[in-house]
C-alpha cells in the first residue's frame, strides 16, 4: 500500500540509534542499521534489479542527522559517512509497514553469506 503523505511525527532517538516515524495512531520504531542496509541509495541498492549490494558490519551504525528533501523524502546521515540516499515518504511507510520480513530476509541473506553479525 503507498503512502505518498509524510509520517505525522519524527522523532531521532540517537542514544537508541533508531528511528521513529509516526502514522496517525501508530508508532514504527526503525533501527539505524536497518535503514542503512535498506538505504535506496546505488551503493547498496545497485543500477538495476538482481544487483543489491548486501551490507555487512553495520550493526553498530547511528544516525547523526536527518534533513527534509522538499516535499517528498528524508535524507539520512549515517555515521559511517553513508548519506546518498533519498528516503521517500512511500518507501519509509513501506519499510515501517514490512519491517519484520524486510528484516528477516536480511537476516537470511547474511547467514547465506556466511556473516555472523555482531551484537
Same mark, same amino acid.
Given at each position: ?12 532517538? %540517537? ?17 539505524? @542499521? ?23 558490519? %553495520? @550493526? ?6 536527518? @534533513? ?6 528524508? %535524507? ?17 511507510? %513501506?519499510?515501517?509497514? @514490512? ?21
Amino acid at each position: 500500500m503507498a503512502n505518498t503523505n509524510p509520517p505525522t511525527g519524527i522523532t531521532l532517538h %540517537k542514544k537508541s540509534k533508531s528511528l521513529e516515524l509516526t502514522y496517525g495512531d501508530t508508532s514504527y520504531n526503525l533501527s539505524a @542499521e536497518y535503514l542503512r542496509v535498506y538505504s535506496p541509495s546505488a551503493e547498496v541498492q545497485g543500477h538495476g534489479p538482481g544487483q543489491e549490494i548486501l551490507q555487512t558490519n %553495520k @550493526e553498530h551504525v547511528g544516525i547523526s542527522q536527518i @534533513e527534509p528533501v522538499g516535499h517528498y523524502a528524508l %535524507k539520512i546521515h549515517f555515521d559511517d559517512g553513508h548519506n546518498t540516499g533519498l528516503f521517500s515518504w512511500d518507501y519509509l511507510y %513501506k519499510l515501517s509497514t @514490512e519491517h519484520d520480513t524486510h528484516w528477516q530476509d536480511y537476516l537470511n541473506r547474511l547467514q547465506q553469506a556466511g556473516y555472523q553479525r555482531q551484537n
